[in-house]
C-alpha cells in the first residue's frame, strides 16, 4: 500500500517530543483492543495495559509543558514587538513634529525677510519719490525766479517812469508818499530836471548845495540813501527815495511837503 502523501510531508517537521506523543497514542490503542480481546481474568495483560496507559499520560504531560513554553516565547515575543513598534512609532512622531517646527520656522523666517524687503523697498520707494519732489520743486523754484528776473519791471526813462519806480522801492521799505505829493514836489523843486542844482541859497553858501530832482543836499542824501538805489545823488529814482525817506522821517510823507524843506 503506497504511503500516505500528507504524513510525508509532514514527518520531517515532528519534534522528538512529537513522535513519543504518537508513540504513546498507538500504544493506548493497542491496548485497548488487547484489553476488549483478553478475558477479564488476564491479570497479566491488564498489567501491561496499564504500564503502557502510563507512559502515554508521561507523554502527553512533556507536550503540554512544550506548548505551555512556546506559548510563553510567542507572547514574550510578540510584547516585545508591539514595545519596538510603538517606540519606532514615538521616534516617527517626534521625528515628522521637528521637521513640522522647523518647515515652520523656515517659513517665519522667509515671511520675515520678505516683509523686510518690501519694508526696504517701500522706503526705498519713498526715499525717491522725495527725492523726485524736491528735485521738481527746486526745478519750479528756479524757474520762478528766471521768469522772475525775466519779469522786472521796467520803468521809462523820463519823469513819469522815476516816480512809478521811486514808488515801488519806497513800497518795499515802508516809506509813505504818493505820486501826486512827489510829482507836485518835484515841478516846484527842480521843475523835472534830475540835474538841477541851486547855487544861491544858504545851502549854496555853506557849500553844500541841493541837487537832483528833489533838491537834496549831499549829508542829508548819504543819511537817508535807501538800499538798492544808486549813491549818484543826480540819479533821479535815488535821489526821489532818498528826499521822500527824509521827507516821512521829518514830516510824515512827502505829501505833507508844500514848501521848501
Not at 530836471?193 to 553844500?208: L, R, T
Request: net charge positive; proline share 4%; charged share 20%.
Amino acid at each position: 500500500m503506497p504511503k500516505n502523501p500528507i504524513l510525508r510531508g509532514h514527518s520531517r517537521r515532528l519534534t522528538k517530543h512529537h513522535k513519543i506523543a504518537i508513540a504513546g497514542v498507538s500504544a493506548l490503542g493497542a491496548a485497548a483492543i488487547a484489553f476488549s480481546a483478553v478475558p477479564s481474568s488476564a491479570e497479566t495483560t491488564t498489567s501491561e495495559v496499564a504500564a503502557s496507559t502510563q507512559q502515554v499520560v508521561a507523554g502527553s504531560g512533556k507536550i503540554e509543558n512544550v506548548k505551555t513554553s512556546l506559548t510563553d516565547q510567542l507572547a514574550a515575543a510578540s510584547v516585545k514587538a508591539q514595545a519596538i513598534a510603538a517606540q519606532q512609532k514615538a521616534e516617527a512622531e517626534a521625528q515628522a513634529k521637528a521637521a513640522a517646527a522647523k518647515q515652520a520656522a523656515a517659513k517665519a523666517a522667509a515671511a520675515k525677510q520678505a516683509a523686510a524687503k518690501k519694508a526696504a523697498a517701500a522706503a526705498a520707494a519713498k526715499k525717491a519719490e522725495a527725492a523726485r519732489k524736491a528735485k521738481e520743486a527746486a526745478s519750479r523754484a528756479a524757474k520762478r525766479a528766471a521768469l522772475k528776473k525775466a519779469a522786472v519791471k521796467k520803468y521809462p526813462n523820463n519823469l513819469d517812469g522815476w516816480i512809478r519806480e521811486s514808488l515801488a522801492i519806497m513800497k518795499k521799505h515802508g516809506i509813505p508818499g504818493t505820486y501826486n505829493g512827489i510829482h507836485r514836489n518835484i515841478m516846484r523843486e527842480s521843475s523835472g530836471n534830475p540835474m538841477a542844482i541851486n547855487n544861491w541859497d544858504i545851502n549854496a553858501i555853506n557849500g553844500i548845495p541841493s541837487k537832483g530832482l528833489l533838491q537834496v543836499i549831499p549829508p542829508t542824501f548819504k543819511a537817508y540813501h535807501v538800499p538798492g538805489t544808486s549813491w549818484n545823488i543826480y540819479d533821479p529814482v535815488a535821489n526821489i527815495t532818498a528826499a521822500c525817506n527824509y521827507a516821512a522821517d521829518r514830516y510824515g510823507s512827502m505829501d505833507n511837503v508844500n514848501s521848501a524843506y
